[in-house]
């Protein structure tokens, strides 16, 4: 069979990881993988679709219908030649289609099959639908975010989904790689986003109704203190201030000419300071503000939107080839850097199965049978109508 992997670069050259997969997490944890190297192939992409296009990049997309016979056997026959496997059903459903890690590993015993879930494969809630915000309800992440005269805010879908779920799931598959090539033998991954946000929140939960966060919108990392929040600037843009040790907030202080900086930490002097911080800001525009901090310790930076982060100059410098459609491919590796590869959207399913060396006759099957059905998932971005 023809090594398609082979001709990869990258520190995860050689492995092959096949995406079973929908919606956020999953696709974005494989992303990472692919640009770092890793053959990635879809199943159920290509024409049966795939939720976010963005994150199909640098992979192969193909078309099998797991609830058919002919499309079972098409996965086997890839486990067999696989390094990972990614899903993200509810517990149960890949047994069910006969997907789950008892069945593929008893194929592929150096297998690494790594389920995402929001709740987990146990407990009350493992059964339950839910997506990012009932995630970072129920670890205390929400709860302790957002203004404390409104309601709780989420950070858009980052921290359960891709911070909680994606990055962590990508941790515990290198590992479980690393793992398996001293034993022989891979295993089972069981990567729930609550899991990772509670690990997040290692440092914030031990602080919950103390003096340094006293309750949701109150505290040293919240946004409300006047050396960590955001100020309005002349043309009712803003900037960011994170001043919060001694040597930067003196630095602030000194910079904006306001004399001897008074202590930023004790309570009683905050709405002075606050009240001069705000003064001054709304003196001049945010990217006058943003060009006269630049270089220095400051800690004052603009607060952009989506559309203006590429002209940034620290964000062009970096990453001169990216843009809203191209993030950048992470991290930066010095002997074997990560690449963000190219889309490719069109159907493979022909090409990979052949490559497997399954006779003809047996991939026009599965292959007429994928051409007249649709895995479901989530259309994005979803229609809003008026």
Same mark, same amino acid.
């Given at each position: 069979m023809t090594d398609v992997s082979s001709k990869r670069r990258g520190p995860l050259a050689g492995i092959r990881v096949i995406d079973l997969s929908r919606l956020a997490p999953g696709p974005y944890c494989t992303m990472l993988l692919a640009d770092l190297g890793a053959e990635v192939i879809v199943v159920g992409g290509g024409r049966a679709g795939v939720a976010i296009p963005e994150f199909a990049r640098g992979k192969r997309l193909i078309s099998l219908d797991l609830k058919q016979e002919a499309g079972r056997a098409a996965l086997r026959a890839l486990v067999k030649s696989a390094d990972v496997l990614v899903e993200g059903f509810r517990p149960g459903v890949a047994d069910r289609i006969g997907a789950g890690y008892e069945a593929l590993s008893a194929i592929n015993p150096r297998l690494v099959y790594c389920s995402i879930t929001g709740y987990g494969q146990t407990g009350a809630r493992s059964q339950d639908a839910g997506h990012d915000i009932n995630y970072v309800a129920i670890t205390g992440a929400l709860g302790a975010t957002g203004?404390?005269?409104?309601?709780? @805010?989420?950070?858009?879908? +980052?921290? *359960?989904? @891709?911070?909680?779920?994606? +990055?962590? *799931?990508?941790?515990?598959?290198?590992?479980?790689?690393?793992e398996a090539r001293t034993s022989g033998t891979g295993q089972y991954i069981d990567a729930a986003m609550i899991d990772g946000t509670l690990s997040l929140m290692a440092m914030h939960l031990p602080l919950w109704q103390t003096p340094l966060m006293p309750a949701r919108g109150e505290g040293l990392l919240v946004g409300d203190k006047p050396f960590y929040r955001t100020y309005a600037c002349a043309d009712g843009k803003f900037v960011a201030v994170g001043a919060l040790e001694r040597g930067f907030f003196v630095a602030l202080w000194t910079k904006l000419g306001l004399g001897e900086a008074p202590d930023h930490m004790r309570a009683s002097n905050w709405p002075m300071i606050a009240h001069r911080l705000g003064e001054i800001f709304l003196t001049r525009t945010r990217d006058d503000?943003?060009?006269?901090?630049?270089?220095?310790?400051?800690?004052?930076?603009?607060?952009?939107?989506?559309?203006?982060?590429?002209?940034?100059?620290?964000?062009?410098?970096?990453?001169?080839?990216?843009?809203?459609?191209?993030?950048?491919?992470?991290?930066?590796?010095?002997?074997?850097?990560?690449?963000?590869?190219?889309?490719?959207?069109?159907d493979q399913t022909r090409a990979v199965l052949t490559e497997l060396g399954l006779d003809m006759g047996t991939v026009d099957a599965v292959v007429g049978v994928a051409e007249q059905t649709t895995i479901s998932?989530?259309?994005?971005?979803?229609?809003?109508r008026e």
């Open positions: 203004p404390s005269d409104s309601r709780p @805010f989420p950070a858009l879908n +980052l921290l *359960a989904d @891709f911070a909680g779920g994606s +990055l962590v *799931a990508a941790m515990g598959i290198l590992a479980a790689i690393i503000w943003a060009q006269l901090f630049l270089g220095t310790d400051c800690c004052v930076t603009p607060v952009l939107e989506s559309g203006e982060i590429w002209d940034d100059p620290q964000v062009r410098e970096r990453h001169p080839t990216s843009g809203p459609t191209r993030v950048p491919a992470i991290p930066r590796l010095g002997k074997t850097p990560a690449v963000a590869h190219d889309l490719d959207m069109t998932g989530l259309e994005w971005p979803p229609e809003i």
